[in-house]
């Protein structure tokens, strides 16, 4: 039996009666007492010690540390999601309302010294929408100075919703068309100072458009006409030329929780054959997150506007319109909800943080969609109030849920990005 | 219930329902010959103790939502082990006593484990090892004089940060008892480094292959440089013996012979909470620790280190650290549900802390600091089982600093900007008087005790740093039965002097002194010793 060495400065008091009672014992059953104490505090260590070294045994962490150990050390999660030989799956990223996506992806990011990066993605969802990308892109070329992305894509979305043009189309009136589209786009910009970039892109977009999938709902070509849809009838290619400004000093791009993106693009689209659907676009999007309390409250403001201007005698065909609802704007509306030539959107977010991985927001969403640019102000919008939950490792979110409400119902998302994510500066408008 | 009566209550039931076990304690003398002990006896012989790594996931998990080692009922309390007679921790593979003990020179606490080994930066440097854990970039070097280094580099947000905060902590903590690497702040410029062959490197995504000069210049693109183009690094020096791996903040090794106290008993262990949050080390967890297998006198046995001091006094290592670091656990589902519920209107009070814009800083400050409620990054076993004399030896030990001093070992640190190394200086300055404020008066801070002239001699710590006011203390002298633990008054007897009986007593005869401040709760019983004509303090016995 072993005492440890260092008890014996430990206060006690053991009541005499009992110690009295162990004398007693003690001299009637002299056997269990026999145990003798060494003489000295360091003769107790070294007893202790010899008697563990003779029950020496491997110490070997248990078999659920193993696991765990095994998957950190054999970098298991970063080897899933690097793929085998540059191919790895692609989960989700699909157009909203498409349902779950899953398929191929190879990625190589060792080309050119690490300089080049080409990615390629065949995905298929099981509402059968199809979407196929190829993209060359040199994001930090020339000591960050100079960046290129050549992004190819072909989609086959067969149930896009269409609800009619304008802020007033009705929730009932929701039908659905295929789009089948294909898009060559090249950017090319410099990084004057650190945060600021510009750039020329351009890009050419083929179209065709097909009837809805979705049985449920009516085919968008039986119950709008092309003065409704403008488009819907001709669907001719188009060729974009346009450049941007972007400043963006966000703190973190995958959890932003100070400073500000602001993003102002101005894009030309040339119909071909010639259609009368040549149209320009303005797209300004400004991001704002206002910390406080150490960054562990966020306000976190979000606005844009989409403006487009036909030429003389043109239209701006209904699939290349801005849209509202969904997970990214008015989150209260379905997806697709709102078309019309312009929009305006705001949104606001109360985010705090309820432990290191998990912040909570409360969000309100307003915006709408419009035909004339004195329309451009906040009357008569459309509002979205709702609250989300945001995980995240290490500061960048990886998930999101949020549930928002409007007077049109709820709605529930679950996304794995971030809200007011990174605008593309692409052709095709269902990215 | 106070602790007296907690101690009782706890020695009657144990009496009752351990009654066959007990005639070993009761016939146990309170002090051995040899009380109290300075060190630990040499150790066994542990040639055989072989590396095995642990996991830091399961570590997080098993502390966060398990609670591992043995841990007091609510209402009782488990006293400390690993200590003697006086409560102090003997010198021990674990822990020297240094310090508090015996006041080091500040050229001696600047010098902490060692500094003569930097390394050679008049030659070329080779990378041989790639660095595979942990945040911040990394690799290991071996110089022109073949000493091999671990080599750490600061995030670019924030240059100095965590090269200072490795070199300025590791200096503390050894001045603290603990055994450390020494740890150096060098700059070298890209061309003197060089890739030995056949070292690699596993990436981001798991691929391992051959390491390349590339693979050095990529990872020095994101490390920040000196006016000079050079660039700046913390170099651990390899520690000398043979790498077993972590220990855990319980249980003990079961390969170790030597290891033979759990770690969340150790006194060594459980006030490290303490010297922790005074230097903001929330990252003081088992895979920050290393066991070395070292060889001295022909004995192999296991040296017990803590290691990567990085992420201290505001630093993450590559960032600065959240400020929730210290004041919540990464999970802690009390606070989760007051934030959870309030909707973010209950703010805590760490959330309003101000920090300096300082990048060389991170966050650290003094004024929200609260050494009482600081916590690590997850539950530590040893660190929940910090009782208040463990603390109060902790506290003892911090306050042991001067002013001069802590300023001589921040500027170590090395920092180009004298407000970051001000601003280091006054919080741990600021800091320290907290911890002394939180902890001393915890038991009665009463120390040093020697017998002087007949006296009996010591230190009211509260007041010697001015915490409080000098005070008057009761005392009352005492026979004491070693063999018993009996004391029997010795009727007015209550000044400091020693009393005659005492004095006179034969030899190894014991005498006790029952001391008493304001809070009747707080006693220390100084145990005496006769030996010869020598009268000497063999024990000190605490509550609170």
Request: charged content about 25%.
């Amino acid at each position: 039996m072993l005492i440890p060495y260092s008890r014996a400065h430990t206060p006690k008091s053991v009541p005499w009666l009992i110690r009295l009672a162990i004398l007693g014992l003690a001299a009637l059953f002299p056997a269990p007492f026999l145990w003798a104490q060494k003489e000295s505090r360091a003769a107790e260590i070294e007893a202790a010690r010899k008697e563990k070294a003779q029950h020496l045994k491997p110490d070997e962490p248990s078999k659920a540390e193993r696991t765990l150990l095994a998957i950190k050390e054999g970098k298991t999660l970063e080897r899933i999601s690097a793929g085998v030989a540059g191919f790895r799956l692609k989960l989700g990223g699909l157009v909203q309302g498409g349902g779950f996506a899953i398929g191929p992806e190879y990625l190589r990011q060792d080309l050119a010294n690490g300089n080049l990066i080409f990615r390629s993605a065949a995905q298929a969802s099981i509402k059968a929408y199809q979407r196929y990308d190829l993209q060359l892109t040199a994001p930090h070329f020339a000591r960050n100075r100079l960046f290129f992305d050549v992004f190819a894509v072909h989609h086959d979305y067969p149930g896009i919703n269409y609800y009619g043009p304008g802020p007033r189309s009705q929730k009932s009136a929701r039908s659905n068309f295929r789009i089948i589209d294909t898009a060559l786009d090249g950017t090319f910009g410099l990084q004057p100072v650190k945060h600021l970039k510009m750039g020329a892109s351009g890009g050419y977009l083929a179209t065709t458009l097909g009837t809805g999938k979705d049985t449920r709902l009516v085919p968008t070509d039986k119950v709008f006409g092309p003065t409704e849809a403008i488009g819907i009838d001709t669907r001719p290619d188009f060729v974009r030329v346009g450049g941007f400004i972007r400043y963006d000093y966000r703190d973190n791009p995958g959890g932003p929780r100070s400073g500000g993106d602001y993003l102002i693009q101005l894009d030309r689209f040339y119909s071909r054959p010639d259609s009368g659907n040549d149209f320009r676009r303005l797209n300004v999007e400004l991001q704002q997150y206002i910390p406080f309390f150490n960054q562990r409250r966020v306000i976190a403001l979000h606005a844009r506007s989409v403006l487009t201007y036909p030429d003389n005698n043109h239209a701006v065909p209904f699939y290349l319109q801005p849209v509202l609802g969904g997970a990214d704007d008015l989150r209260g509306f379905r997806p697709f909800r709102f078309y019309d030539n312009n929009l305006i959107q705001v949104n606001g977010e109360y985010r705090y943080e309820v432990f290191s991985g998990l912040d909570m927001a409360l969000f309100a969403d307003g915006g709408k969609v419009f035909h004339r640019h004195s329309q451009w102000n906040l009357h008569h919008m459309e509002a979205a109030f709702g609250f989300g939950f945001r995980f995240n490792v290490r500061n960048n979110v990886f998930m999101r849920i949020d549930t928002g409400f409007s007077h049109e119902g709820f709605q529930i998302w679950v996304k794995f990005n971030n809200i007011f994510g990174e605008e593309r500066i692409r052709s095709s408008s269902f990215q | 219930m106070n602790a007296n009566t907690r101690v009782r209550g706890r020695a009657l039931w144990g009496g009752v329902l351990l009654l066959p076990l007990l005639g070993p304690g009761l016939a146990a003398q309170k002090f051995r010959s040899d009380d109290p002990l300075p060190k630990e006896p040499p150790p066994l012989n542990a040639e055989k103790v072989m590396g095995r790594k642990l996991s830091d996931y399961y570590d997080f998990a098993n502390n966060t939502f398990r609670k591992p080692g043995e841990h007091p009922p609510k209402g009782k309390t488990i006293p400390a082990r690993g200590v003697n007679t006086l409560g102090e921790v003997p010198n021990s593979a674990w822990y020297t006593n240094r310090h508090f003990h015996r006041p080091m020179s500040i050229e001696e606490l600047v010098r902490g484990p060692g500094n003569q080994n930097a390394p050679d930066t008049s030659a070329r440097l080779t990378v041989v090892k790639a660095k595979t854990e942990g945040v911040s970039p990394g690799f290991d070097i071996v110089d022109s004089k073949g000493r091999r280094y671990n080599v750490k580099f600061d995030p670019l947000t924030n240059p100095e940060m965590a090269t200072a905060a490795d070199v300025i902590s590791s200096k503390f903590f050894y001045a603290l008892g603990y055994n450390v690497p020494e740890n150096y702040i060098f700059t070298f410029s890209r061309d003197q480094i060089e890739v030995a062959p056949n070292v690699s490197l596993t990436d981001a995504r798991g691929k391992r292959h051959p390491m390349t000069e590339r693979d050095v210049t990529e990872l020095l693109l994101n490390v920040p440089r000196t006016s000079d183009g050079r660039y700046r690094a913390a170099a651990s020096f390899y520690l000398k013996g043979k790498n077993v791996r972590e220990f855990r903040y319980y249980g003990t090794r079961q390969d170790d012979p030597n290891d033979v106290v759990p770690h969340e008993h150790r006194r060594d262990l459980r006030r490290l909470r303490v010297f922790c949050a005074w230097l903001g080390h929330d990252d003081s967890r088992a895979i920050n620790t290393l066991d070395m297998l070292v060889e001295e006198n022909g004995l192999h046995f296991v040296r017990h280190h803590l290691i990567d001091f990085g992420a201290t006094l505001g630093s993450d290592s590559n960032r600065p650290n959240s400020p929730a670091s210290g004041n919540t656990y990464w999970f802690d589902g009390g606070s989760a549900a007051r934030e959870f519920f309030s909707l973010g209107l209950y703010v805590p009070r760490w959330a309003r802390a101000k920090y300096p814009s300082l990048p060389a800083v991170g966050r650290f400050e003094a004024e929200v600091f609260d050494p009482e409620r600081w916590v690590p990054f997850y539950p530590s076993a040893a660190f929940l089982n910090c009782l208040p004399d463990d603390a109060y030896w902790a506290a003892k030990q911090v306050m042991a600093f001067t002013d001069e001093q802590i300023r001589a070992l921040v500027k170590l640190g090395q920092f180009s900007d004298p407000r970051a190394e001000k601003w280091i200086a006054d919080c741990l300055i600021i800091r320290r008087v907290k911890v002394g404020k939180a902890f001393l008066p915890k038991v009665l801070p009463l120390d040093r005790f020697a017998v002087e002239d007949n006296r009996l001699a010591f230190e009211d710590l509260a007041a010697k740093h001015k915490l409080a006011a000098a005070r008057e203390y009761a005392v009352q002298w005492s026979r004491f039965d070693n063999n018993t633990e009996q004391k029997t008054p010795l009727p007015g007897e209550t000044s400091l002097r020693l009393p005659g009986q005492i004095q006179a007593a034969g030899d190894s005869e014991y005498s006790a002194a029952d001391i008493r401040g304001e809070d009747p709760k707080k006693t220390v019983t100084v145990f005496l010793r006769k030996k010869g004509s020598n009268v000497a303090v063999v024990g000190v016995d605490r509550t609170w």
